[in-house]
Structure formats: C-alpha cells, structure tokens
T-cell receptor
Framework: GIQVEQSPPDLILQEGANSTLRCNFSDSVNNLQWFHQNPWGQLINLFY???GTKQNGRLSATTVATERYSLLYISSSQTTDSGVYFCATDSGGSYIPTFGRGTSLIVHP | KAGVTQTPRYLIKTRGQQVTLSCSPI?????VSWYQQTPGQGLQFLFEYFSETQRNKGNFPGRFSGRQFSNSRSEMNVSTLELGDSALYLC??????????????FGQGTRLTVV
C-alpha cells in the first residue's frame, strides 16, 4: 500500500514563529487531507488538498501531486496551534485512508 | 448543530471480554468511519459504513466488527479483547461516502484500556 512519511516528527517553536511541515507519499493519490489533533485527542480537518494551494487564515497548504508531497505552513504560530498534525491520503481504487505518523508541535508562549 | 458523539468516552475492560462502542453522526450524515489510534501503530482505518452497508474495511482481524443502523448511528464491537487493543477509537461522519474530504467531522473518541 501507499507509504506516507511526515517530517519533522517533532517541532518546538516560540510563539510568533513560522513553520513548514512536510508530507511525502509514495504513490499517486486520490485525496489528501491535513488534520490537527488537539491535546484532548480531537481531530480537526484543516485542508482537503489533493493538489494546488489553499489558505485559511494563518495556515496554508500546498500539494504537488506530480512530485508526491504536500506542505503545511503555519505562520505567526500561537500556543493553541500545539498538537499533532497528520496528513492522510488514499491511493488507487481502495479509498482506504493511510495516515502519516504525524508532526508533534509545541508552541511556547 | 450537534457534533459527532462517541460513547463512552473512557472504558476499562479485561482481556478476553468484548466491548461495544457507539458513534452518533451529525444529523444528515450517512457515512461513518472508524479509526484506531495507538502509540505504536499510529492512526489506522478500521472500516466505513454508508447507508447501513460496510463499504471498506482496513487490515484488522475479524474480532473487530461494526454495524450501522437506519438512523446512521454506528457501533463497533471488539471481541476477545487483547492488551494490544488498548487505544483511542475515533469515528468520523460525513454526508457522503468519501471520507477524506472537507465535510468529515470527528468525534472526541473513546479511550479503551484493556487490562
């Protein structure tokens, strides 16, 4: 099946800093989505982005499907951005989502 | 409108027992999918139900099963519990059958501990 790798695994920032999270995938994809899991375990959709670029406030994401990667940008980070960021994708005809291992982000005040 | 509700939030069971978890989707959503999250394996897809039919199943043993009722509420069952089944179980609901999309909403999860 498709392999999904996220980097870095851990990230520690000071409030106000910018960051880039990366998601590499091993095959062409039907769908790709970024999630944020807050410290209480809830998963929140951030972006559905199988290709192209999207922005939502301080967050933006870009997927270059031909090169098999996606990037999540966080600008002017806030303590509430802390948590784990996952990308998930599926491939071929299965539509079964595969998640990366996530990037754990801690933003210090 | 009410979000996705999972019950119970926490559960402790003994090896060999069985457990049933419940997920009530957002009103109007017909797709419910289930995921297992463990420190070792990360987030893994269990299965998806759409209009009472299982549409997809992940790579889990037959001890893991589920069903969906006519009101779209879903239950998952794990029989003969093993220590490795300790995990956070998440469900997500969406209006249609594509669950990697912007309309999928997750519940807060059920944390199962097997002792």
């Amino acid at each position: 099946g498709i392999q999904v790798e996220q980097s870095p695994p851990d990230l520690i920032l000071q409030e106000g800093a910018n960051s880039t999270l990366r998601c590499n995938f091993s095959d062409s994809v039907n769908n790709l989505q970024w999630f944020h899991q807050n410290p209480w375990g809830q998963l929140i959709n951030l972006f559905y982005i199988p290709s192209g670029t999207k922005q939502n406030g301080r967050l933006s994401a870009t997927t270059v499907a031909t090169e098999r990667y996606s990037l999540l940008y966080i600008s002017s980070s806030q303590t509430t951005d802390s948590g784990v960021y996952f990308c998930a994708t599926d491939s071929g005809g299965s539509y079964i989502p595969t998640f990366g291992r996530g990037t754990s982000l801690i933003v210090h005040p | 409108k009410a979000g996705v509700t999972q019950t119970p939030r926490y559960l402790i069971k003994t090896r060999g027992q069985q457990v049933t978890l419940s997920c009530s989707p957002i009103s109007g959503h017909r797709s419910v999918s289930w995921y297992q999250q463990t420190p070792g394996q990360g987030l893994q897809f269990l299965f998806e139900y759409f209009s009472e039919t299982q549409r997809n199943k992940g790579n889990f043993p037959g001890r893991f099963s589920g069903r969906q009722f006519s009101n779209s509420r879903s239950e998952m069952n794990v029989s003969t519990l093993e220590l490795g089944d300790s995990a956070l179980y998440l469900c997500a609901s969406s209006r249609d059958s594509s669950y990697l999309n912007t309309e999928a909403f997750f519940g807060q999860g059920t944390r199962l501990t097997v002792v």
